[in-house]
């Protein structure tokens, strides 16, 4: 069952601009994780925030968790066009290895 | 990643014939996962397993068989009952609860 839902499914900006991603999830999470991938690629591993963390940085990347709305942003800055990708969020509800649950995702373009 | 290797790249299948996709991994990690992805889609869990000899349905189980004799590799094999097989299969790992790792996937059409 698909519990993460991304907002937009599409989102084409300027090279330079920032974007912003939603996921928002059903259930109580124990942690939400962000994936990137390229076309006809596997899925990387962007970050990993836990339930009990507001917000987290990585580089280019902010992420924040709001667990009382049950949604979580991922915000890339100063976009580069080798950031087209598509970005998903997943949800793990416990801290072992039970499989994650991914959304559909959202395809970002950015246009040089 | 370096660590999960899928293969083959690309895979053809006939009608009435079952196929097996392999993934392998050298990080040591105790779970595996297979996905399926369908274009433009999210990923739908097939299969997992979290200990070698014990595996456990996902979502979308029917028509798909896995083994787990070995921790280094959980080959999927798609039989003829999968009538639409047709999809982008990517295999994953994950260890103590951190990040899940993928392979390149293995894409599958029919002939």
């Known amino acids: 069952s698909q519990q993460g839902e991304e907002d937009p499914q599409a989102l084409s900006i300027q090279e330079g601009e920032n974007a912003t991603m939603n996921c928002s999830y059903k259930?109580?999470?124990?942690?939400l994780q962000w994936y990137r991938q390229n076309s006809g690629r596997g899925l990387v591993h962007l970050i990993l925030?836990?339930?009990?963390?507001r917000e987290k940085h990585s580089g280019r990347l902010r992420v924040t968790l709001d667990t009382s709305k049950k949604s979580s942003s991922l915000l890339i800055t100063a976009s580069r066009a080798a950031d087209t990708a598509s970005y998903f969020c997943a949800t793990g509800w416990n801290s072992g290895n039970t499989p994650l649950v991914f959304g559909k995702g959202t395809r970002l373009s950015v246009i040089a | 990643d370096g660590g999960i290797t899928q293969s083959p790249k690309y895979l053809f299948r006939k009608e009435g014939q079952n196929v097996t996709l392999s993934c392998e991994q050298n990080l040591n990690h105790d779970a595996m996962y297979w996905y399926r992805q369908d274009p433009g889609q999210g990923l739908r869990l097939i299969y997992y397993?979290?200990?070698?000899?014990?595996?456990q349905k996902g979502d979308i189980a029917e028509g798909y068989s896995v083994s787990r004799e070995k921790k280094e590799s959980f080959p999927l094999t798609v039989t003829s009952a999968q009538k639409n097989p047709t999809a982008f299969y990517l295999c994953?790992?994950?260890?103590?609860?951190?990040?899940?790792?993928f392979g390149d996937g293995t894409r599958l059409s029919i002939l």
């Open positions: 994953a790992t994950r260890q103590g609860g951190g990040p899940q790792h």
């Open positions: 259930t109580s999470i124990n942690n």
């Open positions: 397993s979290q200990i070698v000899n014990d595996f």
């Open positions: 925030i836990r339930s009990n963390e």
